[in-house]
Structure formats: C-alpha cells, structure tokens
C-alpha cells in the first residue's frame, strides 16, 4: 500500500481522452456538487464543450455558480465551453404523470376494465421511488441526446443505477415475456376479427421504446471509456462507509468507478503547538482516517482536497479548487 497517489484525477482524465459521462457520488455535504462544477470548469478549460446537469430536487447549481441556471441550459458566464442546467424536477413528474396517466387509461381500455384510471394512477406516483426514476429518465435523456462532448452530473443516482443494472436482466426476460404473449393475444384477436389489419398497440410500443432505452442507457453506463462515477469522501468515518458501500455495489454491477476523493483536508502546515486542541485533534482524527482510505481504497485516491477557509461557490472559488482536484 503507497500512501500516495498514483493516478491523479488529471492522469485519469487523460488516459480515458473518451470520458464522455462523469458522476460525483458520496453523503450529503462532502463536497459532491463543488466536486462536480470544478470538473467540469476543468473540462470546459481544456476545450470540451461541457453540460454541468444537476437532477437534484434542491437548487444547487444556481448556487454553486451564483447565477440561474434552472430550467434551460445557460451558458456560465466568465467560462467559455461550460454551460449548466438543473432539471426542473416539477415540471418532469407532472409530465410523467401526464404520461402514465394516458398508459393507464389506455390500458384499462384495451383490457375493458371500467374503473377509473385515477386510481391507478395515484398509486402508481405516490410511490417515493417515483421522483427519483422521473429524474432518471431525464439524465439519460440528456444522455442520449449528446449535444455536449461531456456531461459532468452532480449527485450520481446511486440508487437508480444500481436498480437499473440490477434490474436489467430480469426486466428484459419479463418485457420479452410480455411482448410475447401480447404478440400471441393480437394475433387471437386479430383472428377472430376476420379482418387482416395489424391493431395499434401503444402499450406494447411503450414496452418496446422502454426495453431498449434501458438497454441503451445500461451499454453507456458500463462503458469504461465513456463513463466513471467518482466518489467524495471525508477523512471521517460515516462518508467512508458510504462510498465502501458504494464502490462495492457499482463493482457488482460494473460500473465504471473511476476513484475517490478525499476532501476537507486540514492544511498541516497551518496548524502550530498553540493552535487550539479541537483543531489539533481534528487533524490527528484526519491523519487516521487517512490510514484507513489508504487502505481501504489502494490506488484510487485521486486527489487530496484541503478545507479551505470559506465555502467554495462562484467561478473564481471553483477555478481554485481546480487547482487541487487536477495537480
Ligand atoms: N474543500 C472545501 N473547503 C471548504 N468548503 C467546502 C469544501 N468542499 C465543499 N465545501 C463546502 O461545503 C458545503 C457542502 O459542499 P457540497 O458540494 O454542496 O456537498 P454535497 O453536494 O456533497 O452535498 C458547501 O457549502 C461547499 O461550498
Ligand atoms: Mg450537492
């Protein structure tokens, strides 16, 4: 184990000239929207023409870069190549509503159930899992459009891609399933009606689109040329625990990781005999949680970020801590 790093972030960057799809990971206040605007400021700076994304409910980016950018790509002032663009979470659920309202409503008619697709439908949105792959639809919609050399997302959907990846097997097999005995269904009916012409079958169009976007999306975010999902840590006990966890499932499912960050570091050099004890303990605590990332994440390390004396927000604070992500 070398307690040093051995492929920088910028080393990275470099031997994957490709990377097209980059996401920051980790606990809540690490460091992942900071992580993820320095990297694409970086980006852009090198000439790729550059989407900052965030598919956060909370208004992130406009903050991070004190200016708005919800609802439409906006070009960052100051920063040639970069633009950002936080998703209007509202405004993507209510059209999903929309659109599994009209499934529904289409399917109880194919299947001549005569209950209200109301119902259906609010038990179908209630669920927390809703927002969250309403999000997902969004980013790889983004994804798929490839307007930009490089995406850089804020707050990777751990969750989802997990589920995605883990899902995708079995929900193949099953669509497969299902378009099969449609398939067997239509042709009953169609043989009954005695007429030749093919049905409309917008349930099965959906099934169809739906397979091969998650398939699409899945050859995307398990290619290790176009894609690596970084995670942020602390040298604290709780955010390493996050991204072990983390790391281990995206392993399972090979996605791409492409390494951690260590942020927050407390600058040794500042620290004298008469520095006040909580400081001086703070950096001890460091010093031995930094043992433990050493270990835990041989050879992944890719930056060492320190704790800067103020937040990091605007383009000024990110071009700094550029600085220090990409030595
Ligand atoms: N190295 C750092 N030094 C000082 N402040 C930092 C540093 N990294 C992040 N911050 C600040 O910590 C807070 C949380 O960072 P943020 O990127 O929003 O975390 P996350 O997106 O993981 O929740 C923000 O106020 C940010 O400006
Ligand atoms: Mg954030």
Do not use: C
Not at 31 to 48: D, E, H
Not at 160 to 179: E, H, P, T
Not at 286 to 295: N, P, S, T
Request: net charge neutral; aromatic share 12%.
């Amino acid at each position: 184990m070398a307690k040093e790093i051995e492929t920088s972030m910028r080393d990275y960057l470099k031997a994957h000239p490709n990377l097209r799809f980059i996401f920051f990971g980790g606990k809540g206040g690490v460091g992942k929207t900071v992580s993820a605007g320095v990297t694409a400021q970086w980006l852009a700076s090198q000439g790729k023409r550059t989407l900052l994304a965030s598919t956060n409910p909370v208004h992130s980016l406009s903050g991070l870069l004190s200016q708005d950018v919800f609802g439409k790509h906006t070009a960052v002032t100051g920063v040639p190549n970069l633009w950002a663009y936080e998703i209007d979470t509202k405004d993507t659920i209510e059209r999903s509503k929309v659109e599994i309202r009209e499934k529904i409503q289409w399917f109880l008619k194919y299947a001549d159930i005569t209950t209200k697709a109301e119902d259906f439908v609010e038990s179908a949105t209630m669920n927390p899992a809703f927002e969250e792959s309403a999000m997902f639809e969004n980013m790889i919609d983004l994804m798929f459009k490839a307007e930009y050399e490089a995406y850089v997302f804020d707050t990777a959907p751990t969750a989802n891609a997990r589920r995605l990846l883990g899902m995708s097997k079995v929900y193949s097999l099953w669509v497969n399933k299902m378009l099969k005995s449609r398939e067997e269904a239509r042709s009953l009916r169609e043989l009954l009606s005695f007429t030749k012409k093919k049905e409309a079958d917008p349930l099965m169009d959906y099934l169809l689109t739906f397979r091969d976007r998650m398939e699409h999306a899945r050859v995307l975010l398990t290619d290790e040329q176009q894609t690596a999902f970084f995670f942020v840590t602390l040298p604290e006990a709780l955010p390493i625990a996050v991204i072990t966890r983390f790391i281990g499932w995206f392993r399972d499912f090979g996605i791409p990781v492409g390494g951690v960050v260590v942020n927050m570091l407390i600058d040794r050099q500042q620290v004298e005999a008469t520095s006040p004890d909580f400081v001086k303990n703070r950096l001890a605590m460091q010093d031995r949680y930094m043992d433990d990332i050493w270990e835990k994440f041989d050879g992944m390390v890719r930056a060492k970020v320190p704790l800067y004396e103020n937040e990091v927000r605007g383009v000024t604070a990110l071009g700094r801590m550029g600085q220090a992500l990409f030595v």
